[in-house]
């Protein structure tokens, strides 16, 4: 079973049918006491920020995803929820992430850069790992984010190039997270999420 955290400012619906149309069980979760004896679990969002900061804050979701992570859970962050498992971002200044990562999230710049990055673009794995087993080491993804993680030499499974070189997945033990929208890129988005079910 893979819960997944059904934040208002998610897409968990859409994940949660991704699971659904591979025969993987899946359900959404709205409070902190279904995350017991969980074993998988993903945090989706789109919007700011600071929205899925304080809904995490509010709903008292920190301490015991902490809590299962450190007993070993697998976690997969989507989105604004990957970029939720770095210490905070330039968006929401005064909200801080979840701190799984000692990184920030910035934002696109650039007079000629279209923000948000929307679309599909080529995705270069640069570590082995199990969330990428079975893909090219350059796959196509779909995006729509204005603020990313920069590329990291410890945590970058795979990057992509938009003005920068920014982070697209990033892994540590237990806990992963893609920028891109697995439940919107086709063929590699069903090999991510059934990377992780696998997992």
């Not at 968990?12 to 006491?33: C, D, M, T, W």
């Not at 279904?34 to 920190?62: M, Q």
Request: some cysteine.
């Amino acid at each position: 079973m893979i819960d997944i955290i059904g934040s208002p400012s998610s897409n968990s619906k859409a994940v949660h049918y991704a699971f659904q149309n591979l025969g993987i069980e899946s359900r959404i979760i709205g409070e902190p006491q279904d995350l017991l004896n969980s074993r998988k679990i993903v945090l989706p969002g789109v919007g700011a920020f600071g929205s899925l900061a304080n809904y995490l804050t509010e709903k008292k979701f920190r301490e015991p995803l902490k809590n299962c992570l450190l007993d070993g859970a697998k976690m997969l962050g989507i989105c604004l929820g990957m970029q939720m498992l770095a210490l905070d971002s330039e968006e929401s200044i005064d909200f801080q992430g979840l701190g799984v990562f000692e990184l920030h999230c910035v934002k696109f710049k650039g007079d000629k850069l279209r923000v948000p990055h929307t679309g599909w673009n080529q995705t270069s794995v640069n570590i082995e790992h199990q969330i990428v087993n079975g893909l090219t080491y350059d796959f196509s993804a779909f995006y729509s984010h204005s603020y990313y993680v920069p590329f990291h030499s410890k945590y970058s499974v795979a990057s992509t190039h938009y003005e920068n070189r920014f982070s697209s997945v990033i892994a540590k033990n237990n806990i992963v997270g893609v920028q891109f929208h697995p439940e919107r890129s086709q063929a590699s988005g069903r090999k991510i999420l059934t990377n992780f079910a696998d997992w």
